[in-house]
């Protein structure tokens, strides 16, 4: 057996450039060709989400606080974010996708991969290439002319994702052992996804500096010394293009936190950002189809540091109102000049239909409303219909957008 895959590259990753930025500049023409800087929240204090290309050449980079962002940047423009535009073209992207294949990952809001070895055999007929650019040329069809996206083409996903990395912005590269070694000596260790600081002194410490070094290394020196585990065999097949993260996990828990906008907040104000927080957990867990046994929450106080506290409840829960009445039980400790806080619910379990219990007809008159608000905000829009205790904080608290997982959207 070679010891590279040589089977034809047929997983390919696309990845929209600046996503959220190009999606701003997209629905509004007045910003293409300017630096702007998506922003969670609209003052100098809050961190850069997103930069534009036209202020990622003036230096500006994603946490940057916009405050020190604009003296490199001074014509920089600040544009809060608006998730909603986002999850529109997620979801686009997402159509256009899976036009090509039955198996589709969504890896992030604006990363996404399409495994062809699942695609009929007319799409199979075709260079891959070639679909990569009918799919770079749909984009700006029908989402818009502005939209740009590198894509990566590999025999594993790792391998496409880094090929997805190069030659931005709106490159298209196919990664295969006839050029890795090439691509390899171009790069640096920390340029490879999941080799952050920790994993590199991992591989320092046994004369590891470069890809092509990593590359070269056996599997018993990355199983035995570097990873101690079966990761390091993980690691060998992966640089060679074999398929190790064709995987998928079932969510464990669910949480939110947000960052106070002041710090002069009364104990009442506080709980009803605290209340949109459960809200916000219990619709995410419900749509997992989840009910939860524990919940957790903590603070972040500029007098005391961090704080939490906890409890594991005799039944499974999943509305938003349990939600609440047990967190906000448990906040009752909570420090004083709180700057953060946070909800998060676990030990998951699936939301079964029935339970047998005493409260029986009460359970059920619950799920029903529960269902029935769920519908209503799924259709016209989060936080359509929620607790009045939560009216005032809902000006403040507001979907952030999802990075990472895409089991929300």
Not at 162 to 170: E, F, S
Not at 300 to 305: D, E, I, L, T
């Amino acid at each position: 057996m070679s010891e590279f895959n040589l089977e034809r590259p047929l997983i390919m990753h696309i990845d929209l450039n600046s996503c959220f930025a190009t999606v701003e500049q997209q629905a509004r023409p007045m910003l293409r060709g300017k630096p702007i800087g998506i922003v969670n929240r609209a003052t100098e204090h809050t961190a850069i989400v997103t930069a534009s290309y036209e202020a990622k050449a003036m230096g500006v980079k994603v946490g940057m606080k916009f405050r020190e962002a604009k003296v490199l940047c001074p014509g920089l423009i600040a544009i809060e974010s608006d998730p909603p535009k986002y999850r529109y073209v997620y979801h686009k992207l997402l159509d256009i996708m899976r036009e090509y294949s039955a198996h589709v990952t969504m890896k992030s809001i604006d990363e996404g991969i399409i495994d062809f070895h699942y695609a009929t055999p007319d799409v199979l007929t075709r260079d891959m290439v070639e679909i990569a650019h009918e799919i770079k040329r749909r984009l700006k069809e029908e989402i818009g002319v502005w939209m740009r996206c590198n894509i990566g083409i590999s025999t594993n996903r790792f391998l496409a994702k880094t090929a997805a990395g190069l030659n931005k912005p709106d490159g298209l590269t196919v990664l295969t052992s006839h050029n890795l070694r090439e691509v390899f000596c171009t790069l640096e260790l920390t340029d490879l996804t999941g080799i952050a600081h920790r994993n590199e002194r991992r591989l320092n410490s046994v004369g590891i500096y470069t890809p092509l070094e990593f590359l070269a290394a056996d599997v018993v020196t990355l199983q035995k010394i570097v990873f101690k585990s079966v990761i390091g065999r993980w690691w060998h097949d992966r640089l060679r293009g074999r398929e190790v993260d064709d995987v998928s996990s079932d969510v464990k828990r669910v949480g939110r936190q947000y960052v106070l906008e002041r710090f002069d907040l009364s104990y009442d104000e506080i709980l009803g950002r605290l209340h949109h927080l459960c809200e916000s957990v219990g619709s995410r867990m419900r749509s997992q189809q989840k009910s939860a046994r524990g919940i957790y929450v903590y603070g972040k106080s500029r007098r005391y540091g961090y704080w939490h506290s906890s409890t594991l409840a005799s039944l499974p829960f999943y509305s938003d109102a349990t939600i609440y009445a047990l967190a906000r039980r448990l906040f009752e400790k909570a420090p004083d000049e709180l700057k953060e806080i946070g909800i998060h619910v676990y030990e998951l379990e699936p939301l079964h239909d029935e339970q047998i219990s005493l409260f029986y007809d009460e359970m059920v008159r619950e799920r029903s409303v529960t269902e029935a608000i769920d519908q209503i905000n799924r259709r016209y829009g989060d936080h359509t219909i929620h607790s009045a205790h939560t009216l005032e904080s809902g000006v403040y608290v507001r979907q952030k957008i999802p990075f990472g997982s895409t089991r929300y959207l």
